[in-house]
């Protein structure tokens, strides 16, 4: 990540929190305590923040114009294997012919396709507000949002109600990223993302889940759905192929992106 994306994240993490501390900040952006150190140093001298001890909060001027659509959190997960994911991303968009209904849950991975869907002809229904607005205002794409409440945190909508014109949206596929994936089944990192994922599965024929070889056979304590209700996957030939064939044991299909001619390109 350069320097200045870095830092850019660094405000809009103390923008959405007040405050967070040096140790927070390495493990939300992966950078070491040094490389955070000294771009904490050079934030303060911009007087963009003001350093405390053990970390950093935002300066208080008495404006809102600070105003950040997107959550941290996927503004984070949006640097992460940036280029991989794209490659998946655009992978994934090749499955979609024009005249077709997908769902797409909102995520950093998911939000890749905006780029490859813009030459389309699809009625997409999707629960990421900032991927609604990429495709509005740049393809000639049929955008559907479902009824319900931002949460900024991850950039999406979600709603606790069933009437929120979801179950009215019938789709071939389900495209959703995973912060892991193993044969226990889909992992997901939030209980709010479970019901609002939930309700658009039941409403697509096929899953297919976008996942980069670092969420190959990681799991966690919150499980999306087991590996009989994915159809396929798309990730990347750095993955481990002994879970992959894991994978391929439940009858699912695995698209492997070849990550080394996309460094050569």
């Known amino acids: 990540m350069l320097e200045k994306q870095r830092q850019q994240l660094i405000l809009e993490v103390l923008e959405e929190s007040t405050f967070a501390s040096v140790p927070e ?4 952006l992966g950078a070491s305590e040094a490389t955070i150190r000294r771009d904490l140093k050079k934030l303060s001298s911009q007087k963009k923040i003001k350093k405390i001890r053990g970390g950093a909060q935002v300066i208080d001027t008495g404006s809102t114009s600070n105003f950040y659509l997107s959550g941290n ?4 997960d949006k640097e992460k ?4 994911k794209r490659a998946i991303a655009k992978t994934a968009c090749e499955l979609c012919n024009d005249g077709e209904s997908i769902i797409i849950n909102g995520g950093s991975s998911t939000y890749m396709m905006a780029e490859f869907l813009r030459d389309k002809r699809l009625n997409v229904l999707t629960n990421s507000f900032v991927l609604a607005q990429d495709l509005v205002e740049n393809s000639q794409n049929q955008v559907t949002l479902p009824g319900g409440e931002v949460y900024r945190k991850q950039s999406i909508i ?6 929120d014109t979801t179950q009215n949206y019938r789709g071939t596929m389900m495209f959703m990223g995973t912060p892991g994936i193993s044969k226990y089944g889909v992992m997901e990192s939030d209980p709010l993302l ?3 994922e939930k309700k658009l599965r039941k409403q697509a024929d096929k899953l297919v889940v976008l996942a980069d070889s670092t969420k190959i056979g990681l799991q966690s304590n919150l499980v999306f759905c087991d590996l009989n209700s994915v159809d396929i996957v798309i990730t990347d030939n750095r993955a481990d192929k002994a879970q992959l064939d894991e994978i391929r044991s439940y009858g699912i299909e695995v698209i492997v992106v070849d990550v080394e001619t996309l460094e050569a390109a």
Not at 73 to 76: E, G, N, R, S
Request: aromatic fraction near 10%; hydrophobic fraction near 55%.
């Open 73 to 76: 959190a996927f503004l984070i």
């Open 194 to 196: 479970i019901l609002a």
């Open 81 to 84: 294997n940036a280029d991989i």
């Open 158 to 163: 979600l709603s606790s109600f069933e009437n």
């Open 25 to 28: 900040l390495c493990s939300q």
